[in-house]
């Protein structure tokens, strides 16, 4: 293993930390609190690992619900990871007994710090599999820490839902500032906000990623020259 990348992995890695691991500890406490300890929040952060889909299968276990329900349910609140990973097809080409888990461990966090340079002097596909690894490290530290403490301190888990809207406002700063070209982003803020006005909070996300992939793909020659 390169030490060099490894670091630079775990540098990149620093502003999913306190995000994820303040997430992990709210889930983890209500967890606690449907009555299944930590244990089972290491284990569903181990094996699940989908963040938002986490805190929706918490209603799911309360409500009884049924496996064609939950796969219905994951299935739309996952959706937006089918995009996702078509636009990372040529970055994981490279990528051999670590594409699986580069696949498995892509949430919206990872895929946001990938999709940037993969920085100097760094092996790409050791940097590609520990930036994953380190964001799901801390999303299992924060969930199991949080299963830990749920039976024991009262928490108050208002406002905590900002903490990811804050920790995506880190990530677009630093990517903004890094990137060659910046068409990328303000594609993506311009349609992102035009679906939202047209078709409101709930139903925004999947047309506009829908019409980010296709602008992008439209665009490809274009951005490969400015990215060259």
């Known amino acids: 293993m390169d030490k060099k990348t490894i670091s630079l992995a775990f540098r990149a890695s620093l502003p999913v930390l306190a995000g994820y691991v303040v997430l992990g500890i709210g889930f983890g406490v209500l967890l606690a609190k449907q009555g299944y300890g930590s244990f089972w ?8 690992y989908a963040g938002s889909m ?9 409500s009884g ?7 219905l349910m994951t299935l739309m609140i996952n959706a937006r990871h089918f995009f996702y990973g078509l636009s990372m097809l040529d970055r994981f ?19 946001s710090l990938l999709c940037g340079d993969v920085p100097e002097g760094a092996n790409k596909r050791q940097y590609q599999l520990f930036v994953t690894l380190f964001d799901q490290l801390y999303w299992i530290a924060g969930s199991t820490i949080g299963g830990l403490l749920g039976p024991i301190i009262p928490f108050d888990t ?5 903490s990811m809207t ?8 630093e990517q903004w500032r890094s990137a060659k070209t910046r068409i990328p982003a ?3 803020l311009g349609i992102s906000l035009g679906c939202l ?4 909070p709930t139903r925004f996300v999947i047309p506009s990623m829908v019409l980010i992939t296709l602008a992008l793909a439209a665009l490809r020659t274009v951005l490969e020259v400015k990215l060259s």
């Open 186 to 188: 303000l594609l993506g």
């Open 158 to 162: 208002t406002g905590l839902d900002f």
């Open 166 to 173: 804050a920790l995506f406002v880190v990530i677009f700063v």
């Open 65 to 71: 619900a049924s496996l064609v329900t939950t796969a």
């Open 197 to 200: 006005l047209l078709l409101g």
């Open 54 to 62: 986490q805190y929706a299968a918490l209603d799911l276990i309360s």
């Open 93 to 111: 080409a490279d990528a051999k007994q670590e594409k699986p888990y580069l696949i498995f461990g892509l949430t919206d966090e990872t895929y």
């Open 41 to 48: 929040a290491f284990l569903m952060s181990l094996t699940v």
